[in-house]
């Protein structure tokens, strides 16, 4: 081979590595699978509490660390449907929004603006069984949120 032909070669093969390794939606949350029981949850997120709104179980953990404010995790007949987590003001304004945003896109690929509402702007990407949502309020870091749900 050439020269020329085995630079191509290496870039392309370089190439097509970062785009495999950019879009990784996860089918579930973290390394739970959606479907999950809620004890399993119970078990890997401890110190929450239990509750039950619109005849759905939800699992919530307040502050398990010092960016998240609140994990929510939402069952439906007692399975993993729903992930919301809400991050700490103060860690979104230290960070910065937009480099949130960016993390998530390097993780999750690209992905789209959502619905803008008057208050709140929307990245979305979707996979084959996971919708992933970063949702932000500008000048409000208190309420920047990654929800993911199953499809």
């Not at 191509?8 to 479907?35: F, K, M, Q, V």
């Not at 690929?109 to 709140?120: I, L, T």
Request: proline share 3%; net charge positive.
């Amino acid at each position: 081979m050439t020269r020329f032909t085995t630079a191509l070669l290496a870039i392309t093969l370089l190439l097509l590595s970062i785009n495999c390794h950019a879009a990784t939606i996860p089918n579930g949350y973290e390394d739970i699978r959606w479907g999950t029981m809620f004890h399993k949850i119970v078990e890997a997120y401890p110190k929450g509490k239990m509750t039950e709104y619109d005849k759905q179980m939800v699992y919530t953990q307040e502050k398990p660390d010092e960016t998240i404010a609140s994990r929510m995790f939402v069952f439906k007949d007692g399975l993993m449907v729903s992930v919301a987590v809400t991050f700490e003001g103060k860690y979104v304004s230290k960070t910065g929004v937009e480099k949130l945003k960016q993390k998530f896109i390097q993780q999750y690929g690209k992905g789209k603006a959502g619905k803008q509402g008057s208050h709140m702007s929307t990245y979305v990407w979707n996979g084959k069984q996971t919708k992933v949502s970063f949702l932000y309020v500008p000048n409000h870091p208190e309420m920047t949120v990654l929800q993911f749900e199953k499809i």
